[in-house]
């Protein structure tokens, strides 16, 4: 039997929750979720982590062996605010240098966990930026890093 796992956008006091509800008992999901920054749990939401594009990014990584939904609509459980417009997927070009960086750390022999926290660093990089890849330049990368910092 496959396990579905819904994602809904929630409003849960004043604050934008992706809420991770699953159709029956998975074992071991309060582990993945509490691997994500900014985590809660809270017995009217159940599981839920910020709505931001790398807690997005870092479920699809975390969840990939189970069956993902994703609601489209925002649900408010108590409060209203505005909602985040987030770019959640990249395009086929960033898709592409985030295979090669993958491949060049696998070839230097990089740990599976150092390649997953390299890969979504470089998903989130993409996800802030509206210039295709080749319009990359170094200074460009120092200053989001500088941001980040």
């Known amino acids: 039997m496959v396990t579905r796992i819904t994602l809904t956008h929630i409003e849960w006091r004043n604050q934008s929750w992706i809420q991770v509800k699953p159709d029956r008992y998975v074992e071991g999901l ?3 979720i509490k691997k994500i920054t900014g985590w809660g749990y809270h017995k009217e939401t159940g599981w839920r982590v910020p709505y931001t594009k790398v807690s997005y990014i870092s479920l699809q990584n975390l969840l990939q062996n189970y069956q993902i939904w994703i609601e489209k609509e925002k649900h408010i459980i108590e409060t209203q605010t505005i909602s985040l417009p987030i770019k ?33 660093c470089l998903e989130y990089f993409f996800m802030q930026r509206d210039k295709s890849v080749g319009e990359l330049n170094a200074e460009e990368i120092r200053i989001f890093l500088l941001k980040q910092s």
């Open 88 to 120: 959640l997927t990249c395009t086929e070009e960033e898709k592409l240098a985030i295979l090669k960086l993958i491949e060049k750390l696998t070839i230097k022999r990089y740990s599976p966990n150092t390649i997953r926290t390299y890969k979504s």
């Open 30 to 32: 309060s582990e993945i």
